[in-house]
């Protein structure tokens, strides 16, 4: 990330950390940004809607706590979130439903990806320039509105998608030219990570690490039980964590091994 300018040093890129919130560089990259807008004849507050359905709780609390982070650390008078409640079907229409760019007409909506397959393509290929399925919520249509996408440089991205695709010898050279994907999607702020998984607390008899995994398909689900071991007391924190290491452990050594034999595969 450091690649993209100075801002991204000592940001923390750890799961259920703050890494994208941090009120200083946000004040310095907005300063930049309003600068060169000035030049362009924008004048401010710029206003941003946000549809929300005002019959979700959870998600009007999170558009109003949104709203309040953003204005209160640039500044309304330079951004301005209009959290517009709307019915649910009203709310689907103009956002999930819609089937095309035009159809979706407003600025920011919180909506998430859920992987079909084990690989980073899964989700970097959304905004592929020529057929990404995301493309729609960004207000772009695949394969066409060249000159906005060359704008936003979506022509790097596709490039930097296309190399990491290409890459189907070695796993974690793969991985790696994914990253540098993320990196510059990350960089980019077309998405904006805003929300991450918390922790809770779990009383269980099922000794941890016993059944299938797999952050993606069935055998990641919860009410998969093959393979699944009981135990006749609660499991401790003390005993998870050290099952926890044993699994790390096992699993380093599990995908070495399947890399190697593919590898022989190949050949």
């Given at each position: 990330?450091?690649?993209?300018?100075?801002?991204?040093?000592?940001?923390?890129?750890?799961?259920?950390?703050?890494?994208f919130?941090?009120?200083?560089?946000?004040?310095?990259?907005?300063?930049?940004?309003?600068?060169?807008?000035?030049?362009?004849g924008?004048?401010?507050?710029?206003?941003?809607?946000?549809?929300?359905?005002?019959?979700?709780?959870?998600?009007?609390?999170?558009?109003?706590?949104?709203?309040?982070?953003?204005?209160?650390?640039?500044?309304?008078?330079?951004?301005?979130?209009?959290?517009?409640?709307?019915?649910?079907?009203?709310?689907?229409?103009?956002?999930?439903?819609?089937?095309?760019?035009?159809?979706?007409?407003?600025?920011i909506?919180?909506?998430?990806?859920?992987?079909?397959?084990?690989?980073?393509?899964?989700y970097?290929d959304?905004?592929?320039?020529?057929?990404?399925?995301?493309?729609k919520?960004l207000?772009?249509?695949?394969?066409?509105?060249?000159?906005?996408?060359?704008?936003?440089?979506?022509?790097?991205?596709?490039?930097?998608?296309?190399?990491?695709?290409?890459?189907?010898?070695?796993?974690q050279?793969?991985?790696?030219?994914?990253?540098?994907?993320?990196?510059?999607?990350?960089?980019?702020?077309?998405?904006?990570?805003?929300?991450?998984?918390?922790?809770?607390?779990?009383?269980?008899?099922?000794?941890?690490?016993?059944?299938?995994?797999?952050?993606?398909?069935?055998?990641?689900?919860?009410?998969?039980?093959?393979?699944?071991?009981?135990?006749?007391?609660?499991?401790?924190?003390?005993q998870y964590?050290?099952?926890?290491?044993?699994?790390?452990k096992?699993?380093?050594?599990?995908?070495?091994?399947?890399?190697?034999?593919?590898?022989?595969?190949?050949?």
């Amino acid at each position: 990330m450091v690649n993209y300018g100075t801002e991204w040093a000592n940001v923390n890129l750890n799961d259920a950390q703050p890494a994208f919130l941090n009120a200083d560089k946000a004040k310095a990259e907005f300063a930049k940004a309003k600068e060169s807008l000035q030049a362009e004849g924008v004048t401010f507050p710029i206003h941003l809607d946000m549809p929300v359905d005002q019959t979700a709780k959870l998600d009007v609390q999170q558009a109003s706590s949104f709203k309040q982070t953003v204005e209160e650390t640039l500044g309304s008078d330079n951004i301005v979130i209009d959290v517009i409640q709307l019915s649910p079907d009203e709310k689907d229409n103009a956002t999930f439903f819609a089937n095309t760019a035009e159809q979706k007409d407003y600025d920011i909506d919180i909506s998430g990806w859920s992987g079909d397959f084990s690989d980073p393509k899964t989700y970097l290929d959304l905004l592929d320039p020529e057929s990404g399925s995301q493309l729609k919520n960004l207000g772009l249509t695949p394969g066409k509105d060249n000159d906005v996408k060359e704008k936003i440089d979506l022509s790097t991205y596709k490039k930097l998608l296309d190399v990491a695709e290409n890459e189907v010898e070695n796993t974690q050279a793969r991985y790696e030219k994914f990253a540098e994907v993320q990196a510059w999607l990350t960089d980019s702020a077309l998405f904006l990570p805003v929300q991450s998984g918390g922790a809770n607390p779990i009383f269980r008899k099922t000794v941890p690490f016993t059944g299938a995994f797999s952050f993606v398909g069935h055998k990641g689900d919860a009410d998969n039980y093959k393979y699944v071991e009981l135990q006749k007391e609660p499991v401790t924190a003390k005993q998870y964590q050290e099952l926890y290491e044993k699994w790390q452990k096992e699993k380093t050594e599990s995908n070495k091994k399947a890399q190697e034999d593919l590898a022989n595969h190949i050949q």
